[in-house]
């Protein structure tokens, strides 16, 4: 017979690592998803933060910003300001055409990708 506060950290160890599995799955495709939105329209960084909460891929928008930056530094996005009519001007990012090519190229190894993880854990009950 198993000890219940055994089984009870069992659990609580499985909660742990499922949440922090979906962190690194999140951190891992983050960039991408800033990219797809930006491959629409040209956006500012409160609004993609919450387009990116609304959608469960970040918690805050802080952590959105070094990730913008990175993007930029990368050459991914490029800024530009613009007037606001509800207060002071505001940076909007747009996608390069490198960033664009980068989403592509994602785009086709992520399918690839899920596509071979889906085969593997077919049959597994959720």
């Known amino acids: 017979m198993q000890d219940s506060s055994v089984s009870g950290r069992k659990d609580i ?45 970040i918690a805050h928008g802080g952590s959105l910003y070094p990730l913008l930056t990175r993007l930029r530094t990368q050459g991914l996005v490029e800024t530009f300001w613009e007037e606001s009519e509800s207060g002071p001007p505001r940076r909007y990012y747009r996608q390069t055409a490198e960033g664009h090519a980068a989403l592509r190229n994602f785009c086709s190894e992520w399918r690839d990708f899920t596509s071979k993880v889906d085969k593997l854990m077919e049959g597994i009950a959720s």
Do not use: F, W
Request: glycine residues 12%; aromatic residues 4%.
């Open 13 to 57: 160890v499985v909660a742990e690592n499922a949440g922090g599995m979906l962190t690194q799955l999140r951190k891992g495709v983050l960039e991408y998803c800033v990219l797809r939105h930006l491959d629409d329209k040209p956006a500012y960084g409160l609004e993609l933060a919450n387009l990116l909460s609304d959608q469960g891929l």
